[in-house]
């Protein structure tokens, strides 16, 4: 084992949804979000044996996790959030086509992970999720919710109320 050992690294992969919440996608997101903190919390608890931990954040790559073939979850494309799994889908499949990478520089960036002596990292792999990252450390968390929203094209806050609510 690692721990017999007295060396060893643990990786985890995460992706923008572990960084920021992200619409349309909120349990992802709150899975890699506990991830990232079980990471942060896991190294501490390791390091002493001489295990590091790794959180990698990958930004896009060409696999299958955005067409139908690589999704498993249940959007209901005709309920009340219809218009943001529709824009989630579009724009998804939009950007796996502008901006996706080779899955071999994804590899590549975990090879560098691998070697790291530090025990707790947390580095991106891939020119998007590296913005994203210094994006969350400059915008407070109003900011970058508006500025994903945004990117997103979700509407805004009670655009999409019934007509005769309360307020609306």
């Known amino acids: ?27 992802y997101s709150a899975v890699k979000g506990a991830l990232e903190r079980w990471g ?9 044996f001489g295990i590091g931990v790794t959180i990698l954040v990958t930004g896009t790559y060409d696999t299958e996790i955005i067409t139908d073939a690589g999704t498993t979850d ?3 494309l005709d309920g009340p959030y219809a218009r943001h799994h ?20 994804f590899a590549a960036g975990l090879a560098k992970a691998l070697e790291s002596p530090k025990p707790f990292v947390k580095t991106a792999v891939g020119p998007d999720a590296r913005m994203l ?3 969350n450390r400059l915008l ?23 007509k005769g609510t309360a307020d609306g």
Not at 149 to 154: D, E, H, K, T, V
């Open 74 to 76: 249940v959007r209901d």
């Open 133 to 135: 990252l210094l994006a």
């Open 86 to 105: 529709r824009t989630m889908d579009k724009l998804g499949r939009a950007m796996m086509k502008r901006a996706a990478r080779p899955p071999e520089k």
């Open 40 to 48: 942060e919390s896991m190294a501490g608890e390791i390091g002493p």
């Open 140 to 162: 407070p968390a109003a900011g970058l919710h508006q500025m994903t929203r945004l990117m997103m094209g979700i509407p805004r806050f009670g655009a999409l109320r019934e």
């Open 1 to 27: 084992s690692m721990r017999e050992a007295g060396r060893g690294r643990i990786v985890l992969i995460s992706s923008a949804a572990g960084v920021r919440g992200m619409p349309a996608t909120a349990p």
